[in-house]
């Protein structure tokens, strides 16, 4: 149990390995899902294993817990090769396994306690070690206060540490976790990976997690990035960010959306990998360093002024497009269509306006006095956890909700009273695609053209236009089930434009969508806002989709708490909280104990760097390597980093919750 | 094998079966209203058929002869027709299932000792009924043209009326049922039922209880733990032997109080019987559950492995004997039949052990080569 709180991290000395394959390769019927996989995890490491659905990391997973066989290569787990079904009961009194799955593996109908007993007596933990043990993770996950709740009735932060709980009761040496964070909302996963970090190396387990979110990579020491069943790289967050060449270029093309487009469409002559983020553009030049990339990039938009262009740390998700792209095996997006001559002329009309919308259901009111416009042209996101109220202001301006209270008015019509005119003006495109699997591409295309009254011919010219928009040619007789994820999510599109609505809903539309496909869908975006001037609502809690939006709203318990452009909303938390500062140190966790000890309280560890919030960056950054030396950890060095959508909203979630909390103390 | 795990895992199941509102309703309530719903629907008797009588004599002997059907608790007389036309209308509506046509001229030619016909209509929609109601019409024919000959030969020759009878009838037979006295079809059904329930509510159990926790992903516990597979399994099936022996008390109970069939055999070796019944048919559950991987693929394959075969192969409804030689050896390919055997010895013959042990040896083997096969089937390592 008491494991020294200072480990050897995979930094320090010569770590024994855990987790060997050697041309590791499984095949579903004939299919190949993982093919000539070589990898190694260290004793004492968090290794997370990143990518798209259907990169086939389930499959890897799976074969090291013993629980997949395998046809192709090798691998052994704790020095026993897993060879047969034997052999692999072997190792499985070491290892703690967490399948896919948001708590499917726990039993909804037995208690928090009883799942945890459960699991104990499975693993015969004995009576006397149990009570201490399960007294500690509850404190650590704060599960304590909910032993007696059926799992059932948790929340899926809750569950999800349960899970957790379960899997490490018998104090295994390796933890397998399968997409332990997929479908959480991202303070519960935040939480998740720091209470995860801190067991692993108070307890010295190493562990193989998988992740298809690419911006939990600094979470991991190190990390594999596995597309298309195979290993594209592996090695610390930071060497993987530099295995691409090349730099990425940020480039601000004007505040006309006519600049941007121009300027999109003479950076992608030039440049492979070009895609618009709300207003900006962001280029992955293949070629030289920051600065030659930059100079690059000005040199194809001379008609810019140079401060419009700079360069910028790149995103694991640029990275990553970036090695498939240059090693050849996917193709990003390019520019199909051609803008129109003319923009449409109510292109910049007032298209959903929100004012003072209210719902309740009973005493809970689900919808506080939401207000927000969206302009024709304009992408906006509703941001916000499960049951923020995102939902609830979509059915109201959709027209499937009645409001309590207040007004809105989508493309010119008064919901209240225009419910049925609503929807020929508008598209709704939700989490599950709502495609009919059996149907091909253009059977479903012609279903949603019956649907919205369109004739023959219409719907002629509509599949026409769906097919090459969304880059459907030549897929049109092909049944939608057997389409990849990427290209079903834009066929939905597709449907969900047949009608040419002036407004479009998204609910959560990218979730299991792999980057290259997502960048194919923000492009489709893009075009529809700017050159069709449709106006886009998107609710997500994915953060990388909300770096697309032009504006953001971020709900908590049914407010609006703040409305702003991404950026905007950064700068804010900058200022209101201070700069993030990364430190880079040989022993992590030491230089960790040093800065909790010298006043930086809030100080955490991410992988194998360290973060804090600092109000004065400028002195922090220059003190704070003198500071650690002083405390016995030279060799410290500290950079400043942007603040992620994430981090501004994991930052305003958690100051409301605390809040809420404050008032509810101080009530009582 | 340890214990602890077994233990930790039955403890687990029970709970869940006890919680899960659809479980609990599927252990326990489901086979007891399964046995009240058989047992008050499927009687094969045959009675109370709804009946039409045409009297166009409107004799003395005419009425008489009417009579002999409407008192009897085979027949209902639902009425007299006035004519054909109208008789046919009450069968193609359904109101009546058989008409009787009593022609002119019928009392007459009886006392003049000529013959007389009767022509009786029978809905022929149900063969298994029309059989049996031409039947009763036949019989009680007989008798009246019996009585009626009697008396004729009684006023001819000067005899009392039982010593005519008997010169008429030299050959008599006497028919004594054994086992069902009175040959009642619920004191047959309803200890089939018993075995014709337990033949399907244990396999969807076991086939629901594993697969559900291959659905969810919490088979991954098992698969990803020291548990071992014979530990798991005893673990996981034990629940579901002990409720399914439960229902066996429950149903048995039904059969004797409330069906009021007789129960004659050893009480120790029937429940013995049971228990390795539902032993073979929860493993049955086992080995659906280990071809399957969703719920409803295992309903399905439940039902088409239990449900016909315990109701058209076991016995219940045709003998064994009267299949045809293909059916009847798929019948001895199921366990149903030979628990049947071992039922109907029990309550109704009241034999045991003696001359029911090939029987049980069969039932033993048929669980034996099932969990075996379910042993060997349930891998820790899937292929996919």
């Known amino acids: 149990m008491a494991a020294p709180a200072l480990v050897s991290g995979p930094a320090a000395g010569n770590p024994a390995t855990v987790v060997r394959a050697r041309g590791f390769g499984k095949r579903y019927r004939g299919r190949n899902a993982v093919e000539g996989l070589d990898l190694e995890i260290h004793a004492g490491e968090l290794f997370g294993l990143i990518g798209p659905d259907g990169a086939g990391k389930s499959s890897l997973i799976k074969s090291i817990a013993g629980v997949l066989r395998f046809e192709a290569g090798s691998l052994e787990v704790f020095g026993v090769p897993l060879l047969s079904d034997d052999a692999c009961e072997r190792i499985k009194d070491r290892i703690g396994f967490m399948p896919q799955g948001l708590g499917q593996n726990l ?12 699991f104990a007596r499975l693993r015969l933990v004995p009576h006397s070690a149990l009570a201490q043990r399960k007294a500690e993770l509850l404190a650590i996950t704060r599960l304590a206060p909910f032993t007696g709740r059926a799992m059932k009735h948790l929340s899926g932060g809750m569950k999800q540490k349960l899970g957790l709980v379960c899997t490490l009761i018998h104090e295994p040496r390796l933890v397998i976790l399968d997409e332990p964070t997929t479908g959480v909302d991202p303070v519960s996963r935040r939480d998740f990976w720091l209470i995860l970090g801190r067991l692993l190396r108070e307890r010295n387990i190493s562990a193989l997690v998988s992740t298809a979110y690419m911006d939990e990579a600094s979470s991991f020491h190190r990390v594999g990035l596995m597309f298309g069943g195979r290993l594209l790289a592996a090695g610390q967050p930071g060497e993987i960010r530099a295995l691409a060449q090349g730099a990425l270029v940020s480039v601000e093309a004007g505040a006309e959306v006519g600049q941007q487009a121009a300027a999109l469409a003479q950076l992608r002559a030039r440049f492979a990998q070009v895609d618009a983020l709300g207003s900006a553009i962001r280029v992955f030049v293949d070629q030289g360093d920051d600065i030659q990339a930059a100079d690059m990039v000005r040199q194809a938009l001379p008609a810019l002024p140079p401060q419009a262009v700079a360069a910028v740390e790149p995103e694991l998700e640029d990275i990553f497009v970036a090695l498939l792209r240059q090693r050849g095996l996917a193709r990003p997006a390019q520019d199909r269509t051609s803008p129109p001559p003319a923009r449409r002329q109510d292109a910049d009309a007032p298209a959903i306006e929100a004012h003072e919308l209210t719902r309740d259901f009973g005493a809970f009111r689900a919808a506080d006095r939401v207000s927000f416009n969206v302009r024709g042209g304009q992408v906006f996101g509703l941001l916000g956890a499960n049951g923020a109220g995102k939902s609830t202001v979509i059915k109201m301006l959709t027209g499937i909700l009645q409001p309590s209270a207040g007004s809105g008015r989508v493309a010119g019509a008064d919901m209240r ?39 023959r011919a219409a719907i002629r010219s509509r599949l026409q236009w769906i097919s090459e928009v969304a880059e459907l040619k030549g897929y049109e007789r092909e049944r939608a089930a057997r389409l990849p994820m990427g290209l079903r999510q834009r066929l939905a599109l597709g449907c969900a434009l047949v009608h040419q609505p002036r407004v479009l809903f998204l609910d959560e539309p990218t979730s299991g969508v792999d980057p290259i496909g997502r960048r194919a869908f923000w492009d489709m975006l893009f075009h529809l806002s700017r050159f069709d001037g449709v106006a886009i609502l998107v609710t997500t809690h994915y953060m990388s989709e909300a770096e697309h939006c032009d504006r953001l709203a971020l709900m908590y318990a049914g407010r609006v708490v703040a409305e702003d452009s991404p950026s905007g909303m950064k700068n804010a938390l900058e200022r209101d909280c201070g700069m993030l500062l990364e430190i880079n140190a040989p022993e992590p966790q030491a230089a960790l104990l040093a800065l909790q000890r010298n006043g930086f309280a809030a100080a955490a560890l991410f992988g194998n760097r360290i973060r804090i919030q600092s109000r004065q960056a400028e002195a922090d950054s220059a003190r704070l390597p003198e500071l650690l030396r002083q405390a016995g950890q030279p060799g410290v060095t500290v950079v400043r980093r942007a603040p992620s959508m994430e981090d501004v909203f994991v930052q305003r979630v958690t100051a409301l919750e605390a809040a809420e909390l404050n008032a509810r103390k101080t009530a009582r | 094998m340890n214990i602890t795990r077994i233990n930790a895992v039955a403890y687990k199941e029970w709970r869940e079966i006890v919680r899960d509102r659809l479980f609990f309703t599927l252990a326990f309530v489901v086979p007891a209203a399964l046995t009240l719903l058989f047992g008050y629907g499927l009687s094969l008797d045959v009675e109370h058929i709804p009946l039409a009588i045409i009297d166009y004599d409107h004799s003395a002997l005419s009425r008489e002869y009417a009579h002999r059907f409407s008192d009897s608790r085979y027949f209902d007389l639902k009425g007299y027709a006035a004519s054909e036309r109208e008789a046919g209308a009450l069968l193609t509506a359904g109101t009546v299932r058989a008409v009787l046509l009593i022609p002119e001229h019928f009392g007459q030619r009886l006392q003049s000792g000529r013959a007389a016909e009767v022509q009786t209509l029978i809905d022929g929609t149900f063969p298994f009924r029309a059989q049996t109601a031409k039947g009763y019409v036949t019989a009680i024919n007989a008798a009246f043209s019996l009585g009626v000959l009697a008396d004729y030969l009684a006023q001819a020759r000067g005899l009392s009326p039982a010593d005519a009878q008997r010169a008429l009838q030299t050959l008599r037979v006497e028919v004594r049922y054994l086992y069902n006295q009175s040959v009642k079809s619920v004191w047959s059904i309803a200890p089939k039922l018993l075995m014709a329930i337990m033949m399907m509510s244990p396999p969807f159990l076991t086939a629901l209880g594993i697969v559900r926790e291959k659905e969810s992903g919490s088979i991954f516990n098992i698969y990803a733990s020291t548990v071992s597979r014979g530990e798991f399994l005893i673990g996981k099936l034990l629940p579901y032997l002990a409720i399914s022996s439960l229902n066996v008390l429950v149903l048995w109970a039904l059969a004797c109080f409330l069906f009021g069939a007789p129960f004659k055999g050893d009480p120790l070796f029937f429940f013995a ?30 039902m088409i492995l239990t449900v016909v075969p315990a109701v058209l192969y076991s016995g219940i409804l045709i003998p064994i004997p009267s299949l045809s030689a293909a059916a009847s050896v798929i019948a001895h390919l199921l366990p149903g039949m030979y628990f049947a055997d071992i039922v109907t010895g029990s309550f109704l013959k009241g034999v045991g052990l003696a001359e029911l042990w090939p029987q049980v040896l069969a039932l033993a083997t048929y669980a034996a080569a099932l969990y075996v096969a379910g042993y060997l089937l349930f891998r820790k390592r899937t292929a996919s």
């Open chain 1, 107 to 118: 039993y909804p109908e037995l208690t928090v306690e009883e799942n945890i007993d459960f």
């Open chain 2, 273 to 302: 019987a049971a228990v390795l019944y539902v032993g073979c048919t929860t493993g049955i559950g086992l080995l659906v559950s280990a071809a399957v991987r969703t719920q409803v693929a295992a309903m399905m394959g439940t």
């Open chain 1, 417 to 455: 009273s225009a419910g049925f005119a609503i929807k020929e003006r508008i598209g709704y495109m939700s989490q599950a695609f709502s495609l009919y699997l059996d149907l091909t591409v253009e059977e479903n295309v012609r279903l949603y053209g019956g649907i919205y009254g369109l004739d």
